[in-house]
């Protein structure tokens, strides 16, 4: 069974920076991508980026991209997003998510809630102005 954990979470302050950790169980994640979103109140669950667990590559939303970056522990099976610059707009919940990669070619990332198998709970990130 799969499990997604976040953490990390928290109350910062505009320009501040802060590490979420996803830490992930259950299966060998090698055939993954990892993906994470985010959810203010009253907005749709948005991508924040995603990585390929085998390679590492990296994939990033435009409103994140140059601040933030994820990255991957394969000794501790987690999943990191290093946020900088942080900005009251990016306060919300944070999730984290995995799909199974086919070999049906196309992106190897996928922006859509919609095309993720597994979710963590959560995790609050808030920025003060």
């Known amino acids: 069974q799969v499990q997604l954990v976040e953490s990390g979470g928290g109350l910062v302050q505009a320009g501040d920076s802060l590490r979420l950790s996803c830490a992930a169980s259950g299966r060998t994640f090698t055939g993954y991508a990892m993906g994470w979103f985010r959810q203010a109140p009253g907005k749709e669950r948005e991508f924040v980026g995603a990585?390929?667990?085998?390679?590492?590559?990296?994939y990033y939303s435009d409103s994140v991209k140059d601040r933030f970056t994820i990255s991957i522990d394969n000794a501790k099976n987690t999943v990191y997003l290093q946020m900088n610059s942080l900005k009251p707009e990016d306060t919300a919940v944070y999730y984290c998510?995995?799909?199974?990669?086919?070999?049906?070619?196309?992106?190897?990332?996928?922006?859509?809630?919609?095309?993720?198998?597994?979710w963590g709970q959560g995790t609050q990130v808030t920025v003060s102005s």
């Open positions: 998510a995995a799909r199974v990669l086919t070999p049906s070619g196309g992106r190897w990332y996928r922006t859509s809630p919609s095309e993720y198998d597994y």
């Open positions: 990585i390929r667990w085998t390679i590492a590559t990296t």
